[in-house]
């Protein structure tokens, strides 16, 4: 279920009820933080961190907005920017870097959207998981990933293409069985 | 003219199946440790602060407290070893070979030497008139 089914139940205020809008986008934003950062532990820690931040700045939120969107942008921004300090960890510290997830957690998960996903860069998994996850709008998106609209239409044609590639590709599937 | 639905409704199609795929993939994901109500991390508040403020400078009021005591104490106590030990005190009168005292009758009075001198040659011992009165005495 995305952002914009829940717009239709009604929304919720974060300055007055923080708890209701926590129960409600919890697992939609834990969903959306794995769909790109690939790792449940991960994901959850930056969960926990997205509404730590949106409680912090639930002042800020301007009412009449949509309050899906906007913890969208929050955890958006916390995914990429986590999945930058994993590449410089891994880029930086080879030996010293270790996956968030246990092995067994790796091979277990890799399932049709997670290959797809995994073909992905980080930008256009962001892409994908808004619009076919979230079903944001693509003017919503582009102002989340502070790209024009016309951005945010090539990246998913894009990402469409490579996922579509990739989950064609049986080389790939065995690739990715093996590891 | 017949419009072409397929070339319009094919990236619609299309991203209705990608939309089925990943939703109905993502929908099984459950976290394992994310509570179910919100608990914010207890952050620093402002009193917490003010007393973080008070005792950083409580303690820096401490420290240099015990330096300037140790300070003090060490005069004190170097003080007292010095009491315990003391030095002759060097005075004018306990020394007065460094000005040699001429006869009271070399001198002629105001003859322009220092006054000092004069005083101090007639400073160690009394004069001819106060003897005379302390025998007279």
């Known amino acids: 279920m995305g952002v914009g089914a829940e717009r239709s139940t009604g929304e919720v205020d974060p300055a007055s009820d923080f708890d209701l809008l926590y129960e409600q986008f919890r697992l939609q934003v834990y969903r959306a933080i794995r769909g790109i950062v690939l790792e449940s532990g991960a994901a959850e820690d930056l969960t926990q961190e997205t509404f730590e931040r949106a409680y912090k700045a639930r ?3 301007r009412p009449g907005g949509s309050p899906g969107a906007w913890l969208h ?27 968030h997830n246990a092995p067994h957690e790796q091979v277990e998960d890799r399932t049709l959207a997670v290959r797809a996903l995994s073909a992905l860069s980080p930008k256009l998994r962001a892409v994908v998981v808004l619009s076919f996850y979230a079903r944001l709008t693509r003017e919503e998106i582009a102002r989340i990933l502070k790209v024009p609209p016309g951005t945010v239409a090539s990246r998913q044609s ?15 599937q065995r690739k990715q069985e093996g590891s | 003219m017949q419009q072409r639905p397929y070339a319009h409704d094919q990236p619609d199609q299309d991203e209705e199946l990608w939309t089925e795929l990943i939703s109905s993939e993502m929908d099984a994901w459950q976290p394992h440790r994310l509570p179910r109500a919100f608990r914010p991390r207890r952050r620093m508040g402002r009193l917490d602060r003010r007393l973080l403020t008070l005792m950083a400078v409580a303690v820096v009021l401490a420290v240099l407290a015990l330096a300037v005591f140790a300070g003090v104490s060490r005069g004190v106590v170097s003080r007292v070893v010095d009491l315990g030990h003391p030095e002759p005190v060097k005075s004018p009168s306990v020394q007065p070979t460094s000005v040699p005292e001429p006869a009271p009758d070399a001198t002629p009075a105001g003859s322009g030497e220092g006054v000092g001198g004069v005083l101090v040659a007639r400073l160690p011992g009394p004069s001819r008139d106060d003897s005379v009165d302390a025998a007279g005495a």
């Open chain 1, 158 to 172: 894009s990402a469409m293409e490579i996922m579509r590639r990739t989950l064609a590709d049986p080389a790939g």
């Open chain 1, 73 to 99: 942008r929050i955890a958006v921004n916390l995914a990429i920017s986590y999945l930058r300090r994993q590449r410089l960890a891994r880029l930086v510290l080879p030996r010293l870097y270790v996956p």
């Open chain 1, 59 to 61: 002042g800020d939120f």
